[in-house]
């Protein structure tokens, strides 16, 4: 189009020249200047070209134009199609998403949150969970959730701390999902929290409290003095032992609990994974703790306000569970 309008605006003005230039001729023949007709009888010539050649592209663009206006249903068509191929391209790549977070699901410990307040949100469950392990998906809906964390170890972990937390004045029901979840297919082609079939004969005990350089070969080296240790994992500042079964696992206990790693005394004690159903006493979050505070110098403290039934630390924080 902007062609179209620049040979029209030449037409137009070589049209004016040329109008100008009879105009002078016919001045010059009256005022009997003959001399310069020649010369303005050659401009003329020119400006008649020039007017032709004008006028002719004018005419071969609007032509070209019009092919291309009559090729528009046809790239309105591939327009079309490249817009279905898009969407086909995004419905493909949300399915793909779909099947991935499915799929995340049924590889992770998947733990339930109950007794919510109307306040909590998604954002506060995370923040929550995290301080114990990976959270690959936090969901709340209404006073009740959904945790999926990376490994059964970590799940456990955080069952056992958060368990009767107080978040926004209520404490929370914290327990390993009965539903779709680690270790077994159910009917639904989901999985099931269950043991490893070398882990469910084994006794599991919670190794918490450890130095940050405390390794899972340091824990193995010390539970095997007290029997068979089938299996021995340190995440971050806490750990478990599967031992072979219980009488070695309480002597462990009985022997360690206390027992100082790399300057940090261990907490030892038999892991509860889910918590028998019935009253939960609130637990205390104790953040903030210097690296060199003692379960007794808390428990002391605590005391002071009623008896003190636990005490679970990790890095520097704790959680204080009153009767």
Same mark, same amino acid.
């Given at each position: 189009?902007?062609?179209?309008?620049?040979?029209?605006?030449?037409?137009?003005?070589?049209?004016?020249?040329?109008?100008?230039?009879?105009?002078?001729?016919?001045?010059?023949?009256?005022?009997?200047?003959?001399?310069?007709?020649?010369?303005?009888?050659?401009?003329?010539?020119?400006?008649?070209?020039?007017?032709?050649?004008?006028?002719?592209?004018?005419?071969?663009?609007?032509?070209?134009?019009?092919?291309?206006?009559?090729?528009?249903?046809?790239?309105?068509?591939?327009?079309?199609?490249?817009?279905?191929?898009?969407?086909?391209?995004?419905?493909?790549?949300?399915?793909?998403?779909?099947?991935?977070?499915?799929?995340?699901?049924?590889?992770?410990?998947?733990?339930?949150?109950?007794?919510?307040?109307?306040?909590?949100?998604?954002?506060?469950?995370?923040?929550?969970?995290?301080?114990?392990?990976?959270?690959?998906?936090?969901?709340?809906?209404?006073?009740?959730?959904?945790?999926?964390?990376?490994?059964?170890?970590?799940?456990?972990?955080?069952?056992?701390?958060?368990?009767?937390?107080?978040?926004?004045?209520?404490?929370?029901?914290?327990?390993?999902?009965?539903?779709?979840?680690?270790?077994?297919?159910?009917?639904?082609?989901?999985?099931?929290?269950?043991?490893?079939?070398?882990?469910?004969?084994?006794?599991? =005990? +919670? $190794?918490? /409290? &450890? @130095?940050?350089?405390? #390794?899972?070969?340091?824990?193995?080296?010390? *539970?095997?003095? !007290? %029997?068979?240790?089938?299996?021995?994992?340190?995440?971050?500042?806490?750990?478990?032992?599967?031992?072979?079964?219980?009488?070695?696992?309480?002597?462990?206990?009985?022997?360690?609990?206390?027992?100082?790693?790399?300057?940090?005394?261990?907490?030892?004690?038999?892991?509860?994974?889910?918590?028998?159903?019935?009253?939960?006493?609130?637990? =205390? +979050? $104790?953040? /903030? &703790? @210097?690296?060199?505070? #003692?379960?007794?110098?808390?428990?002391?403290? *605590?005391?002071? !306000? %009623?008896?003190?039934?636990?005490?679970?630390?990790?890095?520097?924080?704790?959680?204080?569970?009153?009767?």
């Amino acid at each position: 189009m902007e062609r179209i309008d620049t040979a029209e605006h030449e037409e137009q003005r070589v049209e004016r020249e040329i109008s100008e230039r009879e105009s002078e001729e016919n001045q010059a023949a009256q005022n009997g200047v003959t001399d310069d007709k020649e010369t303005l009888q050659r401009k003329l010539e020119q400006l008649q070209a020039l007017y032709e050649n004008t006028k002719h592209e004018l005419d071969s663009t609007r032509e070209a134009l019009g092919k291309i206006q009559s090729s528009q249903p046809g790239a309105s068509s591939s327009s079309v199609e490249t817009k279905e191929r898009s969407s086909e391209t995004h419905s493909q790549d949300t399915a793909e998403q779909e099947a991935k977070a499915t799929s995340t699901r049924r590889t992770t410990f998947k733990i339930f949150v109950g007794n919510l307040s109307d306040y909590a949100t998604s954002s506060d469950i995370r923040n929550l969970f995290e301080i114990y392990g990976t959270v690959e998906e936090a969901d709340v809906l209404k006073n009740y959730g959904f945790v999926h964390m990376k490994s059964e170890d970590e799940g456990e972990a955080a069952i056992r701390a958060l368990d009767g937390y107080m978040l926004h004045g209520k404490p929370l029901d914290v327990k390993a999902s009965t539903g779709i979840r680690k270790g077994a297919v159910d009917q639904g082609g989901g999985l099931a929290n269950t043991e490893s079939s070398g882990q469910k004969n084994t006794f599991k =005990i +919670f $190794v918490g /409290n &450890l @130095s940050d350089f405390a #390794t899972s070969a340091d824990i193995r080296e010390i *539970f095997e003095n !007290y %029997g068979t240790v089938v299996e021995a994992d340190v995440m971050k500042n806490y750990g478990f032992v599967h031992m072979k079964n219980e009488e070695e696992g309480q002597a462990a206990i009985k022997a360690l609990n206390g027992h100082r790693l790399r300057g940090k005394p261990m907490v030892a004690e038999a892991s509860t994974g889910t918590r028998k159903s019935g009253y939960r006493m609130p637990k =205390i +979050f $104790v953040g /903030n &703790l @210097s690296r060199h505070c #003692t379960r007794d110098e808390l428990k002391n403290m *605590f005391e002071e !306000y %009623g008896k003190v039934v636990e005490i679970g630390m990790l890095t520097n924080f704790a959680f204080v569970a009153h009767e």
